[in-house]
């Protein structure tokens, strides 16, 4: 489930492209929850991603000739990459999943960071891209930053 869960949610991310004007809290709120999911989270979790992805593409579900821009991700694809891109994925994803439960918490709590949720949105839908290494580490960065401000949010409530 957990390669499933985050091919559905780099998935989410792509669907997101182009549809920003409808995206809401609980798309941020879903990617948080779902990096911060144990291994094996229930099929339930996975169809709240689905329902999301849903309501930013509709159509995408019907589609008699799918392009496949909105699919969720192939994990298996995650390992075809250069070694150093590899590396940089996965060090990209254990940020995702160490700053998620810190995000998650505050979105339970009412306190959705829209920043948060942006940097989220992108380094997810760049797990399933080809990028220059240069944007990887950039966005590994960004995440030391986004779980600052996530903790200093969380301090002063």
């Not at 911060?36 to 019907?62: H, N």
């Not at 298996?76 to 070694?83: D, G, I, L, R, Y």
Request: proline share 3%; with cysteine; charged share 30%.
């Amino acid at each position: 489930m957990d390669d499933k869960l985050i091919g559905a949610l780099i998935g989410l991310a792509r669907a997101t492209e182009g549809n920003e004007h409808l995206i809401t809290p609980s798309v941020y709120e879903v990617m948080f929850e779902g990096l911060s999911a144990e291994v094996g989270a229930d099929t339930k979790l996975y169809e709240r991603v689905r329902e999301e992805k849903k309501k930013l593409v509709p159509d995408c579900f019907y589609c008699a000739a799918p392009c496949g821009r909105n699919e969720d991700y192939d994990m298996s694809q995650f390992t075809k990459a250069p070694e150093e891109t590899v590396n940089l994925k996965a060090t990209l994803l254990a940020v995702l999943k160490g700053i998620a439960p810190y995000a998650h918490n505050a979105a339970k709590n009412g306190h959705t960071d829209k920043r948060a949720g942006e940097y989220f949105r992108k380094a997810l839908y760049y797990l399933g891209a080809e990028l220059d290494e240069d944007i990887f580490l950039e966005t590994i960065k960004e995440g030391g930053e986004v779980f600052i401000n996530i903790k200093y949010i969380d301090s002063i409530r």
